[in-house]
C-alpha cells in the first residue's frame, strides 16, 4: 500500500506542485485548502487527489480534519506544513489583526497540524516531517516583520523537533523557498517585484515544481540521514543579498 501523505495548502502554488510531485512519486495525498473551493474540486477533478477543507490555525479543525484523513486513507506518513499568508504593512502601521492572522497560520499552524499526527509517528517508528519557511523568514523583509517572525519560529520549531524525534526514525526538515511564481507573490505590486528580480543572480522568479522536487526527496527513503536540515531554495537571493 502506498504511504499518505497530507499538504497543507496542498491545492494552489507550491502546495499544489508538492501534492502533484508526491502522487507522481506514488504517495496518497491528501491536500488542504481553506476556502477557494472552486480551485480545490476543479483540482481534484483533474489529478485525483483527494482534497480536504479546513483553517490549521484552528487547533480543533486540524483534529478533526486529520481524523477524517487517517480514516478515509491511513495513517499519515508524510506532513507537509505548507499552508501559509502574507498581510504586510510596515510595523508602525501594522494592526495586531495582521499580526495574529499571519503568526496564527503560517506559525501556530505548527502546532496545530503536526502535534495531532506526530504521536502516531513516534509510535510506528517512522515519519516525514517538512516545514515551509521563507528566504525572509532566513533574512527577514522590509514590510513583513510578522511573516519574517512567523517564518524564523518555523526553521526554530524544525530544529527543536528534529532532535526530539530523530531516534524515533522520524526526519523534520524545512525548506525556504526564495520568489516563487505563485498567487502569493503575483499579488504584489510589479514595481516591488521588478526591484526584487533584479536582485535574484539567476534572474527570475522560481517555479513551484522547483520547490516540490526537494520536498518529494526529502520525503523519501534516500533522505533518512538528513535532519533539521534548512533547505535554501531562491535562485542565489540570499547570499547575493542576504
Ligand atoms: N510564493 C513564494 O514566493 C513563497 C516564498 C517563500 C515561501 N513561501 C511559502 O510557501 C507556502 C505556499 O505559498 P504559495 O505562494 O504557494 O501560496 P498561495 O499560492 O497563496 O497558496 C496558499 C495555499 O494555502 C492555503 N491556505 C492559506 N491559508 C490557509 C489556512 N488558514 N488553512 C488552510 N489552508 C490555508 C490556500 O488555500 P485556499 O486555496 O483555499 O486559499 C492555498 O491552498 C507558504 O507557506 C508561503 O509562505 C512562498
Not at 479543525?61 to 506544513?81: D, F, H
Not at 505548527?110 to 519557511?133: C, D, E, K, L, V
Request: aromatic share 6%.
Amino acid at each position: 500500500m502506498s504511504k499518505v501523505a497530507l499538504v497543507t495548502g496542498g491545492t494552489r502554488g507550491i502546495g499544489e506542485a508538492i501534492s502533484r510531485g508526491l502522487k507522481d512519486a506514488g504517495y496518497t495525498v491528501a491536500a488542504t485548502y481553506a476556502g477557494n473551493t472552486e480551485k480545490a474540486e476543479a483540482f481534484e477533478a483533474e489529478t485525483g487527489i483527494h482534497v480536504f477543507k479546513w483553517d490549521v490555525s484552528n487547533a480543533e479543525a486540524c483534529v478533526a480534519g486529520i481524523a477524517q484523513v487517517e480514516a478515509e486513507l491511513g495513517p499519515v506518513e508524510v506532513l507537509v506544513n505548507n499552508a501559509g499568508i502574507t498581510r504586510d504593512g510596515m510595523f508602525h502601521k501594522m494592526s495586531f489583526e495582521q499580526w495574529r492572522e499571519v503568526i496564527s497560520t503560517n506559525l501556530d499552524s505548527m502546532f496545530t497540524m503536526t502535534q495531532p499526527i506526530i504521536n502516531g509517528m513516534r509510535s510506528r517508528g517512522s515519519g516525514r516531517i517538512i516545514n515551509i519557511s521563507s528566504i525572509n523568514g532566513q533574512k527577514g523583509q522590509m514590510g513583513q516583520t510578522n511573516y519574517s517572525a512567523a517564518k524564523a519560529g518555523v526553521i526554530g520549531f524544525t530544529k527543536a523537533l528534529a532532535q526530539e524525534n530523530a531516534f524515533k526514525g522520524i526526519t523534520v526538515n524545512c525548506v525556504c523557498p526564495g520568489y516563487i511564481n505563485t498567487d502569493m507573490v503575483a499579488a504584489m505590486p510589479q514595481k516591488v517585484l521588478d526591484s526584487i528580480i533584479s536582485g535574484i543572480p539567476v534572474g527570475r522568479l522560481g517555479h513551484p515544481e522547483e520547490i516540490a522536487q526537494t520536498v518529494v526527496y526529502l520525503a523519501s527513503d534516500a533522505a533518512a540521514f538528513m535532519t533539521g536540515a534548512v533547505m535554501t531554495i531562491n535562485g542565489g537571493q540570499y547570499i547575493a543579498n542576504g
